[in-house]
């Protein structure tokens, strides 16, 4: 069986189309699947049952053995996301093939098992979402769960990782050996500084400097940076108020989070006040396109979901319009002008960020 199909009645059917029904159905099945299976892929990076897992095949038993846990339990979580073409069945036997190993290191370029456990901390929030929906109240980040904190920070590292040194800062032109000389860096809205934390190992004789209206993240950020042993400093100051240094920054950074912001604009305009007459401003944002029909594909889903969740009510909290995180070019670029920047251009695009450059 390989797709649910279901004949609807008589009175159901008229003026519907039954293909297109059930091609809805097939994706409400994996909707609603996907949804127990990120439990599931939390629960075996939490017990070690993927890490038992890349010591090679192995039946339930073997895995439960291996791992510490009850061999019941991991049979029906082993059938579960074999079904779900995470791990790979082989005559009662499990394991992890090439692209699921990938898949599912912590230490890999997508990093599933954190994305699975900020799904978890978003859906946490539904309640207060519906409450907020009911009202048009906002929703702080600081008041979503400490996990969902972590996670966004777990699951965008490795995207910055793999970009921010070696694509991204080069294609800005002579930043990179402003920062090599001692520059001086601000990285506004740095969450707990996974970006930060990476632009100071790089660049060891530059200032840098993380700001976020979050203490929890701060506190956070500056343990990352005691533990990666980098000079990097972080203060709790708003996106529309931080400080600046005499002569101002070589570089401002904002790393998906000019959409949360209550007051965008504002930030842009403080941005623009405290960078050098030669400094630049690099934004990353999510990938988008300036028209909603461009953006209705799988990861304009979980965007859009996200920016459901947390995005539109964080910015609503701080009494904001809200951007939302499918902003797109066109809308950006609109903003970045109209606070007084006049050389605007996408410097690099992935498959989920979009990158800009202004000065």
């Given at each position: 069986?390989?797709?649910?199909?279901?004949?609807?009645?008589?009175?159901?059917?008229?003026?519907?189309?039954?293909?297109?029904?059930?091609?809805?159905?097939?994706?409400?099945?994996?909707?609603?699947?996907?949804?127990a299976?990120?439990g599931?892929?939390?629960?075996g990076?939490?017990?070690?049952?993927?890490?038992?897992?890349?010591?090679?095949?192995?039946?339930?038993a073997?895995?439960?053995?291996?791992?510490?846990?009850?061999?019941?339990y991991?049979?029906?979580?082993?059938?579960?996301?074999?079904?779900?073409?995470?791990?790979?069945?082989?005559?009662?036997s499990?394991?992890?093939?090439?692209e699921?190993?990938?898949?599912?290191?912590?230490?890999?370029?997508?990093?599933?098992?954190?994305?699975?456990?900020?799904?978890?901390?978003?859906?946490?929030?539904?309640?207060?979402?519906?409450?907020?929906?009911?009202?048009?109240?906002?929703?702080?980040?600081?008041?979503?769960d400490?996990?969902?904190?972590?996670g966004?920070?777990?699951?965008y590292?490795?995207?910055?990782?793999?970009?921010?040194?070696?694509?991204?800062?080069p294609?800005?032109?002579?930043?990179?050996?402003?920062l090599?000389?001692?520059?001086?860096?601000?990285?506004?809205?740095?969450?707990?500084?996974?970006?930060?934390?990476?632009?100071?190992?790089?660049?060891?004789?530059?200032?840098?400097?993380g700001?976020?209206?979050?203490?929890?993240s701060?506190?956070?950020?500056?343990?990352?940076?005691?533990?990666?042993?980098?000079?990097?400093?972080?203060?709790?100051?708003?996106?529309a108020?931080?400080?600046?240094?005499?002569?101002?920054?070589?570089?401002v950074?904002?790393?998906?989070?000019?959409?949360?912001?209550?007051d965008?604009?504002?930030?842009a305009?403080?941005v623009?006040?405290?960078?050098?007459?030669?400094?630049?401003?690099?934004?990353?944002?999510?990938?988008?396109?300036?028209?909603?029909?461009?953006?209705?594909?799988?990861?304009?889903?979980?965007?859009?979901?996200a920016?459901?969740?947390?995005?539109?009510?964080?910015a609503?909290?701080?009494g904001?319009?809200?951007?939302?995180?499918?902003?797109?070019?066109?809308?950006l670029?609109?903003?970045?002008?109209e606070?007084?920047?006049?050389?605007?251009?996408?410097?690099?695009?992935?498959?989920?960020?979009?990158?800009?450059?202004?000065?």
């Amino acid at each position: 069986m390989t797709a649910l199909r279901v004949t609807p009645g008589r009175r159901l059917l008229e003026g519907m189309d039954s293909e297109l029904f059930n091609e809805l159905l097939d994706r409400a099945v994996t909707d609603v699947g996907a949804c127990a299976s990120t439990g599931l892929i939390a629960v075996g990076e939490r017990t070690g049952l993927f890490a038992a897992l890349r010591q090679g095949p192995a039946t339930p038993a073997e895995l439960a053995r291996r791992s510490g846990t009850a061999e019941r339990y991991v049979r029906e979580w082993a059938c579960a996301l074999a079904a779900g073409g995470y791990l790979t069945h082989d005559g009662g036997s499990y394991t992890l093939n090439p692209e699921q190993r990938v898949l599912l290191d912590p230490d890999g370029p997508v990093n599933l098992p954190a994305a699975a456990e900020l799904g978890l901390a978003i859906m946490r929030d539904t309640d207060r979402l519906e409450r907020a929906f009911r009202t048009g109240e906002g929703i702080g980040w600081g008041e979503h769960d400490e996990a969902l904190h972590a996670g966004v920070a777990a699951f965008y590292r490795p995207g910055y990782a793999q970009h921010l040194v070696d694509r991204w800062l080069p294609a800005l032109d002579g930043v990179a050996d402003r920062l090599r000389a001692g520059g001086s860096v601000a990285d506004i809205g740095c969450g707990h500084g996974a970006a930060t934390v990476l632009i100071a190992e790089a660049f060891p004789a530059a200032t840098v400097t993380g700001f976020d209206a979050h203490p929890a993240s701060v506190a956070a950020a500056t343990a990352a940076a005691a533990k990666a042993g980098v000079r990097a400093g972080f203060e709790v100051a708003p996106a529309a108020g931080f400080p600046a240094p005499a002569g101002g920054y070589d570089l401002v950074t904002t790393f998906d989070a000019l959409h949360d912001l209550g007051d965008p604009l504002g930030a842009a305009r403080r941005v623009r006040e405290t960078l050098r007459a030669d400094g630049t401003w690099l934004i990353v944002e999510p990938r988008a396109g300036d028209r909603v029909e461009d953006n209705l594909h799988p990861l304009g889903r979980l965007f859009y979901g996200a920016s459901t969740y947390l995005c539109v009510p964080h910015a609503i909290s701080e009494g904001g319009a809200a951007l939302g995180a499918q902003a797109g070019p066109a809308r950006l670029t609109e903003l970045l002008t109209e606070a007084g920047f006049t050389d605007v251009r996408v410097v690099d695009t992935t498959q989920t960020n979009l990158v800009l450059s202004a000065r």
